[in-house]
């Protein structure tokens, strides 16, 4: 399942995925509770990016935490994964500052959060420069960065 509100999302995702509108400023946590999953990644996106291999070590690290975190370089995260139905204890903002040390201090116990190596999110126009046209997907990323 795919979370957004891009116009248009349903013309570029994977043939199946179902998309669900997120209203502005509803909480992750609702958002997790209206999935139909085992399982859920919410990627940020301005993390184009994103290697496939984190988004599996993400759910590689589900097997022994509650909640997984790709935690961006300069803050927040670019990525979470979690079973569903989400942890009661845990009320994420993934553009907190450091959400790793929130999250931990909000579980029963610091190891139900565990963490992924980091990756970097897109958010000034000088962060572009860190694409690497050299990735699988680039066209794309390419196409919805000239759309603008």
Known sequence: ML???VPGLDD???PGTEVITIAEGEPLRTTLARLKAD????????????PPLLVGKLFRELGRA???????????AVAMACALPAPEWAEPDLD???VVKDLRAQAP???RVA???GWHRLRTPHDLARLDPGL????????????R
Not at 42 to 48: L, Q
């Open 3 to 5: 979370a957004t509100s």
């Open 12 to 14: 570029i995702v994977w």
């Open 136 to 147: 699988e997907g680039w066209e794309s990323t390419r196409a919805l960065i000239t759309a």
């Open 39 to 50: 399982q859920a990644a919410v990627i940020c996106a301005d993390a184009p990016d994103l």
């Open 115 to 117: 963490t992924t190596p």
């Open 109 to 111: 116990g610091p190891r």
């Open 66 to 76: 509650e909640i997984t975190i790709c935690p961006a370089e300069n803050g927040g």
């Open 96 to 98: 907190a500052y450091d």
